[in-house]
Each structure stands twice: as structure tokens, then as C-alpha cells.
């Protein structure tokens, strides 16, 4: 299993990301508040502001304030 850096020394398991996206959109944020209401809503920002959202298999939302290219180009560096 490999751990990949959403940002501030936040780690989420590689294999378990279906999406990675930005959260401007109106269903993202719909999305985002869904997860938050379930419980399924994991904040990785540390206090800082929202850049992308990865969405896990787990049906767990993850916030990042990593831009989704960053977190891409480190997906991919990594294989």
C-alpha cells in the first residue's frame, strides 16, 4: 500500500483514490456538505484553504489545500 501527501504531513492510501478534483462547482460543494453530514468528511487542510478534493472508494471525502495538479503530478512521479 502506498501513502501518498495530500499536504502538512497528511497521508491518504494511493490505491484507495477514485477522483481528484477542485471544489468550486456547486455539486462538489453539495458533495462535500453530504460527507460532512455523514461523517464521511476528512479535513486535511489544517486550517488553510480548500484546493482539492479527493474522493476514496471508501465513500470518505478528503480536503486538501494541495492544488488536484500537484497531488496528480505526485501520483504519477510515484509509480
Known sequence: MKLL???????VAEGRIVAVIAPDSAPVKRMVQEARDGGHLV?????RRTRAVLIMDTGHVVLSAV???TIAGRMQSET
Open 5 to 11: 501527501n495530500v499536504g502538512f504531513g497528511n497521508m
Open 43 to 47: 479535513d486535511a487542510t489544517a486550517g
Open 67 to 69: 492544488q488536484p495538479e
